[in-house]
């Protein structure tokens, strides 16, 4: 196959789900069901208009000191920038807690000769999400976990920071689908 027609090809495909996609959504409002999506992957009920966040705790047997304010303000901020809903302290149409269960660094990769690679940084939390919108769609103690691979010759403290941020993104991006990813 030629670069044209493999170009070619990707545009026809490109409109095919575009147009299949328009099909299901037109349906969808002509037979009275109500939609909202937006461009980041979720689907909000257009009845709640309010999310909260509560802290969560470092309850892991190994604790890093930021790990709870990183992910309670990752969350938080993702909600804030992708969803049209509003903030409140408690009570949130779509409301999150929990906690962090599970903090390990452990041996991902070995050498030949027994010796370490690379070693893994394990983050695992335990989330309770009530939507009050819909009940059915709410959830109690569901585990999410993530992790990063760091070089075995680094020390976890040089590089936890970093290790930190990259998980702590995916634990959102998985929480927020969980809650809002429900079509």
């Given at each position: 196959m030629t670069i044209t027609q493999n170009?070619?090809?990707?545009?026809?495909?490109r409109i095919l789900v575009i147009i299949t996609a328009t099909i299901i959504a037109l349906l969808a409002v002509s037979c009275g069901y109500k939609v909202t999506y937006n461009?980041?992957?979720?689907?909000?009920?257009?009845?709640a208009?309010?999310?909260s966040v509560a802290y969560f705790p470092n309850n892991a047997?190994?604790?890093?000191?930021t790990l709870s304010n990183v992910l309670t303000e990752g969350l938080r901020d993702k909600f804030s920038r992708q969803t049209r809903l509003q903030q409140v302290e408690d009570g949130g149409d779509f409301a999150f807690e929990g906690e962090i269960v599970g903090y390990t660094s452990t041996?991902?990769?070995v050498s030949s000769g027994d010796y370490?690679?690379?070693n893994r940084l394990t983050i695992t939390v335990r989330v309770n999400f009530q939507n009050a919108v819909d009940q059915t769609l709410s959830f109690n103690n569901k585990t999410f976990s993530?992790?990063?691979?760091?070089?075995?010759?680094?020390l976890l403290i040089d590089v936890q920071d970093q290790l930190i941020e990259e998980i702590v993104q995916a634990l959102v991006n998985d929480i927020y689908m969980a809650a809002a990813g429900n079509w």
């Open positions: 170009r070619d090809m990707r545009l026809y495909n461009l980041s992957g979720g689907s909000i009920p257009p009845e208009k309010t999310f047997p190994m604790v890093a000191p041996t991902s990769s370490a690679l690379q993530s992790y990063a691979d760091y070089d075995a010759s680094q």
